[in-house]
């Protein structure tokens, strides 16, 4: 079973209108690998922005979203309203959702399962913290986090599972190619038990932490890599070289 690669830029809370159109013009003129899905993800106040001017060969995602679609919830947005804005995708569970803004396994659950009814598709993230790969608990922590975002999803085709060690987050510190793979041989190993052969062959997951242009053709050439979910590096033109990774 062959899986598109796929590959994550999140902007996180970074650029302007100048600096994400010269970024876009990049992306835009650059020759990318066709066998590549290539997301970006956006703040929410350039979606449409983004949406506008980036080429319809790339996606776009939200990088949170709130679990109902309208309301009094001052401040959040809508899986509708990304839909609105023409946006197919949103980042669920990013580590910074969970550590900075407190977000629990069970809001984060809760989101999952509204984005896919909204028909959007979900990059969710699951990653374990410092100590809690060196307390020797990575599979316990990653796989409790999946289970809840697993009871939440009825169509795995709408979802890419994004395995980011907290400790390798904008740290400059990357998970080694062979640190990066028995974690997600595990987690394919986890989906194959508790859910289906078929689900666990065709789902990617995708490794994310301090990915770079340096570092990203080892790290895709572990078998159970299926791409990236980048940071800091997805705002630089050498994104371009980490979509092309597998080229
Ligand atoms: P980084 O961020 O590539 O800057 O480490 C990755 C992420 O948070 O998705």
């Known amino acids: 079973m062959s899986r598109k690669f796929f590959v994550g830029g999140n ?26 899905e ?3 993800g956006a703040p929410s106040i350039y979606l449409d ?57 069970e809001l984060i659950g809760q989101k999952v399962a509204h984005c896919l009814e909204s028909d959007l598709g979900v990059i969710a993230c699951v990653g374990e ?10 599979e316990d922590v990653v796989f409790e986090q999946t289970k809840v975002i697993a009871d939440n999803v009825k169509d795995w085709t709408r979802v890419v599972l994004a395995y980011e060690p907290v400790w390798a987050i904008g740290t400059g ?6 640190q990066a793979q028995e974690v997600h041989e595990k987690l394919r190993g986890w989906l194959r038990a508790n859910l289906s052969d078929a689900v666990a062959d065709s789902v990617r997951i995708i490794y994310g932490g301090s990915v770079t242009g340096g ?9 159970d890599v299926d791409g990236f979910l980048v940071g800091g590096a997805s705002l630089k033109p050498e994104f371009v070289d980490i979509i092309n ?3």
């Open 11 to 36: 902007w996180k809370m970074n650029g302007d209108k100048e600096s994400l159109g010269e970024l876009i013009m990049t992306l835009n003129t650059a020759s990318l690998n066709d066998e590549t």
């Open 173 to 178: 510190k990357t998970a080694t190619p062979d």
């Open 129 to 138: 913290k410092l100590e809690e790969r060196e307390a020797g608990t990575t």
């Open 215 to 223: 570092n990203c053709k080892e790290l895709a050439a572990q078998p």
């Open 38 to 40: 290539v997301v970006c």
């Open 49 to 105: 922005y983004v949406r506008s001017k980036l080429d319809q060969r790339i996606g776009v995602a939200a990088q949170n979203c709130y679990k109902v679609p309208k309301g009094a919830f001052t401040g959040e947005i809508s899986p509708a309203m990304i839909k609105d804005c023409g946006i197919e995708w949103v980042i669920l569970g990013h580590s910074e959702r969970r550590h900075v803004f407190g977000e629990s396994d």
């Open 245 to 247: 990774a597998r080229s």
